[in-house]
């Protein structure tokens, strides 16, 4: 202790036992709270103390106005809270946890409005009267309203997940594209017909078309003509000494140089005889090669006259002649189902630009002539004499049966008339009958390579074709050719245009086309090499006779994964995907879930699209149920597949795809001035032999560099509390400190909520001694309890709390030297030169037993609100270290004077 404090505290067991008189009992109330002069306390002797280092830094922090503070000297009460403090620091006392109280909820409300960053609440806090109170207020909600209504809009278009695409065009080699060729003819005619079950498909596909009138008539008849009716000559000597007979011969025929129209008059054949024909003066470009029908005079050995093949019109002729071949121009007009009608009239061959008619050759067949073959060596009874009997050795005896009402609803020719319609309809009976064979049946009955691909050519160098160019089946088209196949290499353009990319020379061979294929020519599909050609779906004709240019421009999309897009990956990896192989796709993804559910549905398999599973058969082209099951299957998934609406398949974009833009063009070719194949330049024959079958691909890219398009997000997080920010800093001027008070004044509300359903809470527990019920304020060493009156408003804090007697009677004495203490200073104050009248320091230290607390003698206002605090207060003080008990030791630590302190007391 100090040297100056001289007066020791005898404690016992009941409290206090002072020297002095008893002191009196104090009265707790705001009003009799004493004015405690202002200690000097000095912090340096606490510097040396590790344990209260904190604590001086904090009492030079804290500063307050001099005006709250009455400097004077030191005073007994000063000693005796020196005193109080030692006694309560005599052993080690632990921590009794706070007391809360009921808590005032519209001070809290005030408090907050009065010190909130939001800027409308601060006002109408800080407001002094009504009007702009009402004013704020208004403002204020209005304002709130704007910014609701904002913020909503911003959330929506954030939940929105809106997303953009960046184009960046890159200049750089692009990868050379893979390029998927095929014909449009799916399978040749000879395959056709060398299997029975083709050949009865295509047959009721003639039997049908056969007896269409109009044009169906007559492409049956093109195709038929090579065969006709006839009636049988007598011997063979009248088919040998016959004068006119059919032949088919390469003719030049003269066209209009402004029209391209064919000049009336007979063409001119080319053959090796007395009739020939010379071009002089570049003339040439005045005669259109052709095909035609000519009429053979065996007696002067020519060829005339001679009429394009398809200009010729049949008729059954009622009379002709026998040893000469011509029929006059009278022809039969009743009706042709009568019996013996065959057997009395001549079929006959007319043309509208000659006045006679050539009748049907004895054998029923029309040879054609070579242009380099001699007419005067010619064997004409081999050629056109018919065997005896009549009948030919090599043709096949054809039966006419009649199909079951069940096949004929099966091929779904019952109901169709047009004539475009019905071709489809047996495209798609002939891709039903080919698709119940086994696949190498299937690439047998297509063209192969070395019939299809003629000449190849990249980047200006030969190709191997064998190597280059891979076979992928695909149930359309038969066998297709695929260049770029090797995904090991990679293969790009060294230049931009035509003569840099891929140039190659297809054969159609028309004389193979079945009578299905309504056009001739090759279908050109540009893809990724790890995507799955659809020639059907994404291809391109290439007619012949023409040099058809694909210009490609590549593109490469990186799309966005969900919420903000709904792209997929590993697709593939499906146990439905068919195309085994290739990597995912959308419409690999739409024809395999198509050919699953008709599968599940129909228990076989669609052949229009692969088949994985060996277990399961394709649909059989005679079953009605299983066709018409397979159509209806596949007209509602279609309309499902557009809707997006298709159950258990969900067919989103890839994230990241490939793609080539085709732009086309074309050109007529050959021109006939360059050699071609075998062909040479004045051979115009040969030329049109390569203009009706083939014709020359080119795909080239027309620029090298290439564009990509990145999806991203177009509202990010980011963006959105920016966006909040700003419209919450518009309206109502907060920020997130703002929104921080709102969520501690809820928490304090809270609390209050849970702490006012507490009545009250027993102190026995913690001290040990028997309570007496007392109504104070604070904690269990707060400050004096006030006593209510009709003018005095409410406390912050108000409990109702039991302590013991021995801390009530410390507390009253406490309170009694404050008073006493005020009283001195008011003395003192109006004349220095009296002395202060010591204390007896027995009379003002109480005692203070173990495990209590310091009492609060804070001061309140008459509003219930701290106005002065004590540093020393274990509820309000900055020098207390709450949670933690004190523990003293045999030297005791020099209490430093509280007048060197500036600031003990605080707001």
């Known amino acids: 202790m100090a040297g100056n404090e001289t007066d020791e505290i005898i404690p016992n067991g009941s409290g206090l036992s002072p020297a002095g008189p008893?002191?009196?009992?104090?009265t707790l109330s705001f009003e009799d709270q004493p004015t405690i002069p202002k200690p000097n306390l000095n912090p340096t002797s606490f510097d040396n103390q590790s344990n209260h280092s904190g604590h001086a830094n904090d009492r030079r922090r804290l500063k307050l106005p001099d005006e709250a503070y009455q400097k004077r000297e030191r005073s007994n009460s000063a000693r005796h809270f020196d005193k109080l403090r030692r006694i309560s620091r005599a052993c080690e006392l632990p921590r009794l946890p706070r007391m809360k109280g009921r808590i005032d909820y519209k001070t809290l409300f005030k408090?907050?409005?009065?010190?909130?960053?939001?800027?409308?609440?601060?006002?109408?806090?800080?407001?002094?009267?009504?009007?702009?109170?009402?004013?704020?207020?208004?403002?204020?909600?209005?304002?709130?309203?704007?910014?609701?209504?904002?913020?909503?809009?911003?959330?929506?278009?954030?939940?929105?997940?809106?997303?953009?695409?960046?184009?960046?065009?890159?200049?750089?080699?692009?990868?050379?594209?893979?390029?998927?060729?095929?014909?449009?003819n799916p399978y040749k005619a000879s395959a056709i017909r060398n299997d029975a079950a083709t050949r009865a498909t295509m047959e009721a596909y003639q039997n049908i078309i056969g007896s269409a009138e109009g044009v169906a008539g007559a492409l049956l008849a093109q195709q038929q003509r090579g065969r006709r009716p006839k009636r049988q000559f007598a011997t063979a000597n009248e088919?040998?000494?016959?004068?006119?007979?059919?032949?088919?011969?390469?003719?030049?025929?003269?066209?209009?140089?402004?029209?391209?129209?064919?000049?009336?008059?007979?063409?001119?054949?080319?053959?090796?005889?007395?009739?020939?024909?010379?071009?002089?003066?570049?003339?040439?470009?005045?005669?259109?090669?052709?095909?035609?029908?000519?009429?053979?005079?065996?007696?002067s050995k020519s060829l005339w006259p001679c009429f394009p093949y398809n200009t010729w019109k049949e008729r059954m002729c009622v009379e002709c002649r026998a040893e000469l071949g011509h029929c006059p121009m009278r022809f039969y007009n009743g009706s042709q189902a009568k019996p013996h009608v065959h057997d009395e009239m001549d079929i006959c061959l007319c043309h509208n630009e000659y006045n006679h008619c050539i009748a049907n050759n004895a054998n029923g067949e029309i040879p054609e002539i070579n242009?380099?073959?001699?007419?005067?060596?010619?064997?004409?009874?081999?050629?056109?004499?018919?065997?005896?009997?009549?009948?030919?050795?090599?043709?096949?005896?054809?039966?006419?049966?009649?199909?079951?009402?069940?096949?004929?609803?099966?091929?779904?020719f019952d109901e169709l008339t047009d004539e475009i319609a019905i071709t489809t309809q047996a495209k798609q009976n002939l891709l039903f009958t080919v698709g119940e064979k086994p696949i190498t049946e299937r690439i047998s009955l297509s063209?192969?390579?070395?019939?299809?691909?003629?000449?190849?050519?990249?980047?200006?160098?030969?190709?191997?074709?064998?190597?280059?160019?891979?076979?992928?089946?695909?149930?359309?088209?038969?066998?297709?050719?695929?260049f770029n196949y090797d995904r090991t290499k990679a293969v790009t353009a060294h230049r931009a245009g035509a003569n840099y990319g891929l140039r190659v020379l297809l054969f159609a061979n028309l004389p193979e086309y079945l009578p299905t294929?309504?056009?001739?020519?090759?279908?050109?599909?540009?893809?990724?090499?790890?995507?799955?050609?659809?020639?059907?779906?994404?291809?391109?004709?290439?007619?012949?006779?023409?040099?058809?240019?694909?210009?490609?421009?590549?593109?490469?999309?990186?799309?966005?994964?969900?919420?903000?897009?709904?792209?997929?990956?590993?697709?593939?990896?499906?146990?439905?995907?068919?195309?085994?192989?290739?990597?995912?796709?959308?419409?690999?993804?739409?024809?395999?879930?198509?050919?699953?559910?008709?599968?599940?549905?129909?228990?076989?398999?669609?052949?229009?699209?692969?088949?994985?599973?060996?277990k399961i058969k394709t649909c059989s082209v005679s079953d009605p149920v299983a066709r018409e099951c397979i159509a209806n299957t596949t007209h509602y998934l279609g309309r499902l597949i557009a809707e997006g609406n298709v159950p258990n398949c969900t067919c989103h974009q890839p994230c990241t795809e490939i793609g080539y833009e085709v732009s086309y063009s074309a050109a007529r070719w050959p021109s006939g001035t360059t050699k071609l194949m075998e062909c040479e330049i004045s051979d115009d024959l040969c030329m049109e032999k390569y203009r009706k079958n083939a014709a020359m691909v080119q795909v080239f890219y027309e620029e090298l560099n290439y564009e990509t398009l990145t999806e991203t997000p177009a509202y990010t997080l980011p963006s959105l509390m920016a966006d909040l920010g700003g419209v919450t800093g518009l309206w109502i001027g907060a920020s997130i400190v703002s929104l921080l008070e709102v969520v501690v004044l809820v928490i304090y509300c809270a609390d209050a909520y849970v702490t006012n359903r507490k009545v009250s809470i027993p102190v026995n527990q913690f001290l040990g001694v028997t309570p007496k019920k007392r109504s104070v304020?604070?904690?269990?060493?707060?400050?004096?309890?006030?006593?209510?009156?009709?003018?005095?408003?409410?406390?912050?804090?108000?409990?109702?709390?039991?302590?013991?007697?021995?801390?009530?009677?410390?507390?009253?004495?406490?309170?009694?030297?404050?008073?006493?203490?005020?009283?001195?200073?008011?003395?003192?104050?109006?004349?220095?030169?009296?002395?202060?009248?010591?204390?007896?320091?027995?009379?003002?230290?109480?005692?203070?037993?173990?495990?209590?607390?310091?009492?609060?003698?804070?001061?309140?206002?008459?509003?219930?609100?701290?106005?002065?605090?004590?540093?020393?207060?274990?509820?309000?003080?900055f020098l207390v270290r709450r949670g933690t008990g004190f523990t003293c030791t045999d030297d005791e630590e020099e209490i430093p004077d509280l007048e060197d302190t500036d600031g003990e007391w605080d707001d």
């Open 371 to 412: 242009p380099s073959e001699d007419l005067e060596s010619m064997d004409y009874e081999k050629k056109f004499a018919a065997p005896l009997g009549g009948q030919l050795k090599d043709e096949p005896t054809t039966t006419t049966t009649t199909q079951a009402p069940e096949l004929r609803q099966a091929l779904g």
């Open 22 to 26: 008893k002191p009196l009992k104090p």
């Open 111 to 184: 408090r907050f409005t009065h010190q909130s960053t939001i800027h409308g609440v601060s006002h109408a806090g800080n407001a002094t009267k009504r009007r702009w109170l009402i004013f704020w207020c208004t403002a204020f909600a209005i304002c709130v309203c704007f910014l609701s209504i904002q913020v909503m809009l911003l959330l929506k278009k954030y939940f929105e997940y809106p997303k953009t695409v960046d184009l960046d065009l890159k200049f750089e080699n692009a990868p050379f594209p893979s390029v998927t060729l095929c014909n449009l």
């Open 517 to 614: 294929s309504e056009a001739v020519g090759f279908r050109v599909t540009v893809h990724d090499k790890w995507i799955a050609p659809f020639p059907d779906a994404f291809g391109y004709s290439a007619p012949t006779g023409f040099m058809s240019g694909y210009g490609v421009r590549m593109k490469k999309f990186n799309r966005i994964s969900p919420p903000h897009g709904h792209c997929f990956d590993g697709g593939e990896d499906d146990e439905f995907f068919i195309y085994k192989g290739f990597n995912y796709s959308v419409e690999g993804c739409h024809r395999s879930c198509t050919q699953r559910e008709v599968i599940r549905i129909c228990g076989c398999a669609d052949p229009t699209y692969p088949l994985n599973n060996k």
């Open 447 to 482: 063209q192969n390579k070395s019939e299809f691909i003629l000449k190849c050519s990249f980047n200006q160098k030969d190709c191997n074709i064998e190597k280059d160019f891979a076979l992928h089946y695909d149930n359309t088209y038969g066998n297709c050719f695929t």
């Open 777 to 877: 304020s604070s904690s269990i060493a707060s400050r004096p309890i006030q006593r209510r009156t009709p003018s005095s408003k409410p406390s912050i804090v108000s409990v109702e709390i039991e302590m013991p007697q021995n801390l009530l009677r410390a507390v009253e004495e406490m309170s009694e030297i404050s008073r006493s203490t005020e009283k001195s200073s008011n003395q003192s104050s109006k004349s220095h030169l009296e002395p202060e009248e010591p204390i007896s320091r027995k009379n003002s230290s109480p005692y203070l037993p173990p495990g209590a607390e310091l009492p609060c003698l804070c001061l309140y206002n008459s509003e219930g609100v701290l106005s002065k605090m004590k540093a020393l207060c274990p509820e309000h003080g």
């Open 239 to 299: 088919a040998k000494n016959r004068r006119y007979h059919q032949v088919y011969a390469q003719c030049y025929c003269e066209v209009n140089m402004l029209s391209g129209e064919r000049k009336p008059g007979s063409c001119f054949a080319a053959f090796k005889g007395k009739i020939s024909l010379s071009f002089t003066d570049n003339q040439l470009n005045k005669f259109h090669p052709s095909k035609c029908l000519c009429q053979l005079d065996a007696t």
